[in-house]
């Protein structure tokens, strides 16, 4: 029995580093492309999750990005336990177990 292909494209968080409300409100279209081709020309499960995207966003306010924000930025670059790296954690977890799930239904 072989085992199904599958691969996880991200989109890496950017905004959501200098504050968990921040976001970018649109699909990577590179990776979408990229998933897209392996799409069509393999017959790997393949998904993106955009860990930059916030479903109820606030605007961005470019002062803060310069101030205090950068420093939230860096703190959440270096602490693997930000909100955001345990939701990717997660996102990443789910989409595993998923893939084996459905697999054994199958």
Known sequence: ?????????????????FKNTYSLNR?????????????????WDVMVYNADFFPHSESLEVS???GAGFDNYLS????????IWKEAKTTISKYKRFVRISYLLL
């Open 1 to 17: 029995m072989q085992q199904e292909k599958r691969i996880l494209f991200i989109e890496p968080p950017f905004y959501r580093l």
């Open 27 to 43: 699909y990577p279209l590179s990776l979408g492309y990229l998933a897209a081709q392996v799409r069509r020309e393999t017959d």
């Open 64 to 66: 803060y990005l310069a």
């Open 76 to 83: 959440n670059l270096k602490n693997l336990s930000a909100s």
